[in-house]
Each structure stands twice: as C-alpha cells, then as structure tokens.
C-alpha cells in the first residue's frame, strides 16, 4: 500500500528544500588533481555552509558508485537551509567549467574542470541581484536567477572561466513576490525560462545574439507551484508541486517557440505522488525523471513527440532516503543521482534500456544540513 505524506502549503518551501537543519558530519580528501583509477566521471554538489560555500566532487567508478574526491572552496557564503531551487550546481554545455550559486553572499562562482574531473578556481562574480538560486549556460552565455528582493535575471559572458556581466541584459520577473526556483536555456541558448512557484507562471525571454535577454513572455502552468524543469529539443518538462498536496505531484511539457512562447504538449500527468520538484532528462530525450520530496519516490516517465506518460502505473519508478530533491543524470544517461535532504545523501540509479531505475549500493552518506544543487559528467 502506497503511503502518502500530507504537506501543507506553508511546508511545501521545506519539503522541496531541505528537510531539517541538523546536520552530519562530512570529511572529503583534500584536493587532488588525480582522480583513482577507474574513476569514468564526477558527481558534484555544493555544501550551502554559511561558514563558506565549497563543492563537493564525487569520483563515479564505471558501476555508477560514488567516493569522496574533494572540496572545493567557492569563495561565497551559503545560506545552510534549502533554497527552493533548481540548477545551484551547473556543468557548461562543453562541461569545461563548473558553476555554483552562493546565495547568502549574492554572488556566483566559477570553476576550471580539468580532465580527471578535479576543480580550479577561476573567480567569483556578483550576481547582479539578490539571492542567486539558480544558473545557467549555452555558449558562453550565463544567466543567473535572483530570486531575494525583487527578483530577476542577469545575463553574463564567460570566457576563459571569468564571468562579465553583459550590459543591459538586467530583466525581471513576472512579478516581484514571484517566488522563483529555476532558469534555464532552450537547446539553442535563444529562450530562457523561469519557473515562478508563487505566481504559478513560467517566464520566458528571447536572447539575442548579443546574450541580451528580451521578456518576460508570461505563461499560466497548467499545474499549481510549477518548480524545476529539464529542457530536450523543442521540448521544456516542468515539475509541478500542487503546493505539497498528497499525492497531487504531475509534469507537464511544452513545445519552445523560438518568440518564446509556450505551447502545452501534455498538461499535468500525475506522478501519484508528493511534492514534484526536480526534474532529468536523458540525453537521448527518450525518459525524464522527478523527484517526489513528500514521498521518497522518483516518477519516471517516458517522453514521445512530447508526450508524457509514466513508466509505472503507480508513479513509482525508484524510491529514495528522505526528501529527494536535486536530481541529475551523467553525461553518458546510464546513472542518475539524487540529492536527498532528509537523508543527507545522495542516492544511486543505473538506468536500464526500457527506463528503469536499479539501486547502486554504493551513493554518497553524511553531507552537511542545506547541500544544495547536483551535477554530473
């Protein structure tokens, strides 16, 4: 019998956050610059600390399990809570540098990736706003999410690892309680999107070929607290928490117009489960993936022409620690991740031909209270 946990709306900023602010104790290996033999990719996180925000670096083995490789100090401070968001850890498209949100010190942090996956530090930038949350890249164009005050965008050019901010491509959002948690480009780095939790809208801008952001073109989500997103193709699959009502969790799809506008494809499939917040989809566009924060479950689903539908009938495709929140599949789509909160770790899955998730015994244990942001290569 499926178990279902009931989460007011008040608590849905929790449940897709953080789950408690008691945290354990972590020990990473200083930095190295050579990964163990057998290391195939990374895995990376960062520790949101307010005494100094740092990524954690995880070597993944050719099975998908995970082993301590490193921190990394940002140079930014963190808030040590959740932070309702999607996209804090980001990998550029040619996944030659890192980035993070520090968003207690309202500035972003950038991050050589050398090709045993270790990190070096190539400066910190002020993020235009206040509470930077999330951030995105296409081309060496950046564009960072602030969601403190009264919220926006801000655009800015990375070139040799260095952030600049771009003039005039400032924007806001929909509104300035927008309670915003995700931006991400289109596959072409023309449309940005924004998911605003509060005003049940997705924002998009047009980019122009100066990286100036143009909008926001506002659209209604077809489900309430719409919240993290992947983007493949045309295609844009967004989360929607239903403000932490139980078993209320759905994903809906948009086709990506090149003015920005958005056209539904599928309008809030169920997951069946609690609280959708994050969201992965493979490379090859076939099988996107949600984080269900209220129910411990991650929600498969299987991607046609835009279309969604779920790979299992009960919603439940893989289950969790407590609170899964981030999620990210590696470069190659044989393993996803999941950053679980409640649990203050990281969960293990390889993904099997049809879509299923199997376990990996070996994830990562005893991250600090507030980590925040996943990424893999």
Not at 262 to 290: H, K, M, P, Q
Request: glycine share 14%; aromatic share 6%.
């Amino acid at each position: 019998m499926k178990i279902v946990r009931f989460l007011p709306a008040l608590a849905l900023a929790a449940a897709c956050s953080s789950a408690d602010d008691v945290g354990r104790q972590f020990t990473l290996a200083p930095n190295s610059d050579l990964a163990p033999a057998g290391s195939v990719g990374q895995v990376y996180t960062a520790s949101n600390s307010v005494s100094g925000n740092a990524i954690l670096a995880f070597n993944r083995a050719a099975d998908g399990s995970l082993t301590p490789a490193g921190t990394y100090a940002t140079g930014g401070v963190g808030t040590g809570a959740g932070l309702g968001n999607q996209g804090g850890v980001i990998l550029t498209g040619d996944g030659r540098y890192l980035l993070v949100v520090n968003a207690a010190s309202n500035d972003v942090s950038s991050f050589l990736v050398r090709g045993d996956g270790s990190l070096e530090s190539t400066g910190t930038v002020n993020s235009g706003g206040e509470r930077p949350v999330s951030v995105t890249e296409s081309n060496g164009i950046v564009y960072v999410l602030n969601a403190g005050g009264a919220g926006g965008i801000a655009g800015f050019t990375l070139h040799q690892g260095k952030l600049s901010p771009i003039a005039g491509a400032t924007r806001p959002l929909s509104s300035s309680n927008a309670g915003a948690a995700q931006v991400q480009f289109d596959h072409a780095g023309r449309v940005l999107i924004v998911t605003e939790k509060a005003t049940n809208s997705l924002s998009s801008y047009v980019v122009d070929r100066d990286g100036v952001a143009h909008g926001p073109t506002v659209t209604t989500s077809n489900g309430a607290t719409p919240f993290g997103f992947a983007v493949s193709r045309r295609v844009a699959v967004v989360s929607e928490a239903f403000g932490g009502a139980p078993g209320a969790g759905a994903l809906s799809s948009y086709r990506i117009g090149n003015d920005g506008i958005l056209a539904t494809v599928s309008a809030s499939v169920a997951t069946t489960e609690t609280a959708a917040c994050w969201v992965a989809i493979t490379n090859d566009g076939r099988f996107a993936y949600t984080t269900n924060a209220g129910s411990a479950t991650i929600s498969g689903y299987r991607i046609e022409d835009g279309k969604l539908s779920l790979l299992d009938a009960d919603g439940v495709t893989a289950t969790t620690e407590a609170t899964p929140i981030d999620l990210a599949a590696s470069r190659n789509s044989q393993f996803i991740y999941s950053l679980n909160a409640g649990g203050h770790s990281i969960s293990a899955f390889a993904i099997g031909v049809d879509g299923a998730l199997d376990p990996v015994a070996a994830g990562a244990t005893g991250l600090p209270a507030g980590t925040n942001g996943l990424a893999a290569r």
